[in-house]
């Protein structure tokens, strides 16, 4: 009892707030009853007689009282009455999974578009998505394996931890599995009472490796899955430094997936062989397999207890039962219906109308959603400032029609927007000649110009580009026919040389860019001769050959101006958005918002923006550090101990 006075108290109680309509209801019922059974009161007496035809009736009033008591006690329900608390212990699932993905060197093949490590990249973030309960833990490995992440239910955290991984942040090259499979057992006996599934995401797994699977296995018997990625006719395996790698021999090495041997072995070690495919097929089957409904039994109760109210509203609703059954008479039910029957939308005053006009109410959601901020004002100005923050220029540009200097300045900011620079020049020079000590208009006119001159540079290279091309075709053509007419005579030959060196002259006389491109097209051609008939192979199945470098190193150059270009871009785009957003009249609302910020606010942040962009983007710092560190730990150990590594392995000359 002393349980039920001190701890007495509702879930839910803004249902509580359903008993003001009943008091409202309860008054006006009773007032009508009372009100028509009083006749007497406003008939005379001696004509009541002829106007009330028999006796009186006087109506029932439990038909009110049933309908107020079930309101009632629906409402007590719905609040949810609960004083006694019920200790509940938590349990979860508790399967563990460990992802094995192989960053050896050949998971760079491009067999599989765009390769073979971004392919699985994606699928490893689909298959993480899908598992939202149980433990799961990753292994990178090369030549030797590292753990990324422990156990742990927060896949999420695995997700943004694959970004970073590459076969280019790992300390030795190779692929070694073996290593990798006895971490995996190794998580499974600490973090899982020794209960789990094993998924290895590879290639394919050296021959000399499956032996140690088999031995491996048997010490510890957990189910080993190979997620198999690659084509049988495989690919070369590109260098981070350019070219494709080589074995002792000087052969080409071609990194093939060998299916019916990862399959075998999969039977081996009570596991299962999942392809890739293109949907999402593959997931389904491991997943079904790995942690499907047949391992929803491995659940584990935590040592924690949480309290959790018992409510005690579902028993009120054993005390509506009956009143639910006197409400079966006919014709009373019929009007249930009605309550959930709504009138149409009328297009009519609404309630924010009263207090704020269009434009205000527009102005309050200007910068959650722009767009629906558009839609809104009714002001022109306002309405092409939303625009320009919803991106919609060309509808910015047309409100942004008038002649003051606001007008010319925003769409100015406009077309520069849609690289219409030399109109957005001229209405930047109109708006100045209209406030000439307006120091933003100053700048952005500036910004405009130079971006106009690195638009100009640029079309003026492409030109430029395509006229050596067309030189590089021609020497190319006159060197193919030099070697056709090799075995004529020697006069043909001298006059053939002479017309190369007068060639070449006029080259030489020309831009020094286009001398430049033509020395590394040289350069390049020498490289090829090496291995020409590798080179046609490689050109005909992928499309490219060892001129590559030669294409990177002109790319290179354009995307510098094009850097130059995006930085000029951002310096007009990236300001504060008070001082680039368009610009309103000084009398009008837009200028407060616009202009708001001081010119020193704006030095500032463009200050921190440019600090920022110093700060190098390498997310697979941490990682490659962490690899590092452990790799030098191991080699360490490994000379103290005087322990080498078993022969026949060779784990670090497999590809």
């Not at 020094?512 to 020498?526: C, L, M, N, R, V």
Request: hydrophobic share 35%; glycine share 6%.
């Amino acid at each position: 009892m002393t349980d039920l006075l001190t701890q007495f108290h509702f879930l839910r109680p803004l249902w509580l707030l359903m008993l003001i309509p009943l008091v409202m209801l309860a008054l006006v019922a009773l007032q009508r009853q009372a009100s028509a059974s009083h006749w007497q009161s406003h008939i005379a007496p001696h004509l009541l007689p002829f106007l009330v035809d028999g006796k009186s009736v006087k109506l029932s009033r439990l038909p009110v009282y049933g309908l107020l008591i079930a309101w009632l006690l629906a409402t007590f329900a719905a609040a949810g009455p609960a004083w006694q608390k019920l200790p509940q212990p938590v349990v979860k699932e508790s399967s563990a999974l460990v992802i094995a993905w192989d960053l050896s060197p050949s998971m760079a093949a491009q067999d599989v578009k765009p390769s073979r490590l971004v392919r699985a990249r994606l699928k490893l973030i689909d298959l993480l998505k899908q598992r939202k309960e149980g433990l799961t833990a990753l292994i990178a490995y090369s030549g030797e394996a590292h753990v990324v992440t422990p156990l742990t239910d927060d896949t999420d955290t695995i997700i943004s931890l694959l970004y970073g991984l590459d076969p280019a942040i790992m300390p030795a090259k190779g692929s070694n599995a073996e290593m990798a499979l006895t971490l995996a057992n190794q998580l499974l006996k600490e973090g899982a009472n020794g209960r789990g599934d094993i998924v290895f995401l590879t290639d394919g797994i050296a021959p000399t490796a499956q032996d140690a699977f088999a031995e491996i296995h048997d010490t510890a018997p957990h189910p080993i899955s190979f997620w198999g990625i690659g084509t049988a006719q495989g690919a070369p395996i590109p260098l981070a430094g350019g070219g494709f790698a080589y074995d002792r021999d000087r052969n080409m090495v071609i990194a093939s997936l060998d299916e019916q041997a990862m399959s075998d072995l999969a039977a081996k070690v009570g596991g299962l062989y999942v392809p890739f495919s293109a949907t999402d097929a593959d997931l389904k089957t491991l997943s079904a397999f790995a942690f499907g409904d047949h391992r929803k039994d491995e659940t584990q109760q935590t040592e924690r207890l949480f309290d959790q109210w018992y409510e005690h509203g579902p028993y009120l609703l054993l005390l509506l039962l009956p009143l639910a059954a006197l409400a079966f008479r006919r014709g009373l039910l019929l009007c249930l219906p009605l309550c959930f029957v709504f009138s149409p939308n009328a297009d009519a005053l609404e309630w924010q109308d009263l207090w704020q006009t269009k434009d205000q109410q527009a102005q309050a959601m200007v910068n959650q959603d722009p767009a629906a901020a558009a839609q809104t004002f009714n002001d022109e100005k306002w309405r092409g400032i939303a625009n320009y923050k919803a991106g919609d220029y060309e509808a910015a540009l047309k409100d942004f029609s008038g002649d003051s200097a606001s007008d010319y300045y925003n769409r100015g900011n406009a077309l520069a927007q849609l690289r219409k620079y030399e109109e957005a020049i001229k209405s930047f020079e109109q708006a100045q000649k209209l406030q000439p000590e307006n120091d933003a208009i100053t700048q952005n006119l500036a910004i405009a110009k130079q971006l106009k001159d690195l638009q100009e540079q640029q079309q003026q290279q492409q030109n430029n580009e395509g006229e050596s091309d067309d030189s590089q075709q021609d020497k190319s053509d006159s060197e193919d026919q030099q070697s056709q007419d090799g075995g004529k005579d020697q006069q043909s030959q001298q006059e053939q040389n002479q017309d190369k060196s007068s060639q070449q002259n006029a080259q030489n006389g020309g831009d020094t860019q286009q001398q430049s491109s033509e020395e590394q097209g040289s350069s390049s051609a020498q490289q090829s001769e090496l291995s020409q008939e590798q080179q046609q192979a490689l050109r005909d199945t992928y499309g490219k050959d060892a001129s590559d470098e030669q294409q990177k190193q002109e790319q290179q150059q354009a995307q510098n101006q094009d850097a130059e270009k995006l930085d000029a871009e951002q310096q007009l785009a990236g300001q504060p958005q008070e001082q680039n957003q368009p610009q309103d009249d000084e009398d009008s609302p837009a200028n407060s918002v616009v202009m708001r910020q001081t010119e020193q606010q704006t030095e500032e942040q463009q200050a921190l923006e440019q600090w920022l962009r110093k700060v190098p983007d390498d997310p697979s710092g941490l990682m490659r550090n962490k690899f590092n560190y452990e790799y030098r730990a191991r080699k360490r150990e490994m000379r103290e101990n005087g322990w080498r590594q078993p022969d026949g392995s060779h784990a670090d000359e497999r590809w």
